[in-house]
């Protein structure tokens, strides 16, 4: 999936991070210009991203966890959708490391979850595990980071989940960090953007908004683990029924979460049969993963197939609109991909890579052999590559 339980970032080993420092310079080159800008939104609104509406102790919480931890938060925050402009309510889980932060703060991460679902109970924070997030976040915690999961708009708090629209996602995850620093005072400004699939879209689309949508923070970096980042071939396999299996499934998610960005969108010119009948069940958390894993079987390609061609260009230009990239990105960035991937395919992520460094972005692009979507993993590279970029050492740029 995209993905509902997996594609989680391990234990970081990163002890230390604070005491190694470095600096280079980069050798300038010819880039393409690709700058969108950003949405109309009113000052007022900006004036108000991070701020808290509510923040209380995570309960319940597993104590073999929460021995590891400072304190554990269920923090609501104001956000940005993109899609319109207004001021929305986020809901997120903060873990904040035992004793004293260090001299500049503690350092931050703010974590972009996988699929869960695109209904209000599929957010993270209304489980103490957080869906089985909790050890990952734990474990960075422990490592010396305060860390951020975002529920993304319309997930775990009231309001509509734009799922895949990736400026939302991604003002989400900057305002996390501006809600952590709200609640705790003694974190850095200094802080990474890390996220897995629907997540590692968000991470990427945050590193490419941090300069002015970001402003007043220091993103030191991205990583983004099978990230949605170009997604439009989608319409094309869909209208020509070669989607895999994963991909059919989710399909009724794509649609679902499109309809909210573009409220002109006829469900029944992409869905039918059980994809349409069934579409409650499969986009909301209210069934066990068992049920919605048989309720995905019941579905075939033709169920999802746009029912003209008129219907198919309107799909294209659509996901068009949430692909990336979408704007150069500030700093520096680790895409890391599966080669046996079925529902964002390696080609999907090259060609996002190739894009991103005809702009300029500076990136580091590892497509594991053998690996799919759920099991991406570049071990300890990644961990080393997110230590240096808190270190301050210049970030390595594989573009050509």
């Known amino acids: 999936m995209l993905a509902s339980s997996a594609c989680r970032v391990g234990t970081l080993a990163v002890v230390g991070i604070l005491t190694l420092a470095g600096c280079s310079q980069e050798t300038p080159r010819a880039v393409a210009v690709l700058d969108t800008p950003l949405p109309d939104i009113a000052q007022s609104v900006l004036d108000q991203r991070g701020t808290i509406v509510q923040s209380t102790p995570v309960e319940g919480l597993d104590p073999a966890l929460a021995d590891k931890l400072g304190e554990a938060r269920t923090v609501v925050y104001r956000s940005v959708s993109a899609y ?75 309001g509509e989940h734009p799922y895949l629209e990736p ?10 960090v501006r809600a952590v620093r709200n609640q705790y005072p003694d974190t850095s400004d200094k802080w990474m953007a890390v996220g897995g699939s629907q997540g590692g879209q968000a991470s990427w689309a945050a590193n490419e908004y941090s300069a002015d949508y970001g402003s007043g923070l220091n993103l030191v970096g991205s990583v983004s683990t099978s990230p949605a980042a170009d997604i439009t071939g989608f319409a094309e396999a869909a209208r020509d029924e070669t989607l895999t299996g994963a991909q059919t499934a989710f399909m009724p998610l794509i649609i679902d979460g499109l309809s909210v960005v573009h409220p002109d969108l ?37 169920q999802v197939q746009p029912e003209s061609d008129e219907a198919t260009d309107r799909l294209t230009e659509w ?62 590279e990644m961990y080393q590559w997110m230590l240096e970029r808190f270190s301050g050492n210049d970030a390595p740029n594989e573009c050509p």
Request: aromatic share 6%; proline share 7%.
């Open 319 to 380: 996901l068009t609109e949430a692909s990336l990239p979408q704007r150069r990105a500030p700093a520096p960035m680790l895409v890391i991909n599966g080669s046996d991937d079925e529902l964002i395919l390696p080609a999907w992520v090259s060609k996002a890579v190739d894009a991103g460094c005809r702009i300029g972005d500076r990136i580091v692009h590892r497509e594991m052999a053998g690996q799919g979507h759920a099991d991406a993993d570049a071990g300890d």
């Open 266 to 302: 006829e469900q029944s010119d992409y869905l039918r049969g059980a994809a349409a009948g069934e579409l409650t069940g499969l986009t909301s958390c209210a069934l066990p993963d068992t049920e919605k894993a048989a309720l995905s079987t019941q579905l075939d390609a033709s």
């Open 84 to 158: 319109d402009g207004q001021m929305s309510e986020v809901a997120s889980t903060v873990y904040r490391p035992r004793g004293e932060a260090p001299a500049g703060g503690w350092p931050v991460i703010s974590y972009g979850h996988p699929t869960t679902g695109l209904g209000q109970d599929c957010g993270p924070s209304l489980s103490p595990d957080l869906r089985g997030y909790a050890p990952t976040l734990a474990a960075i915690a422990e490592a010396g980071f305060v860390v951020t999961m975002t529920d993304f708009q319309g997930l775990g708090w009231p």
């Open 167 to 176: 400026r939302t996602a991604g003002f989400n995850m900057i305002d996390a």
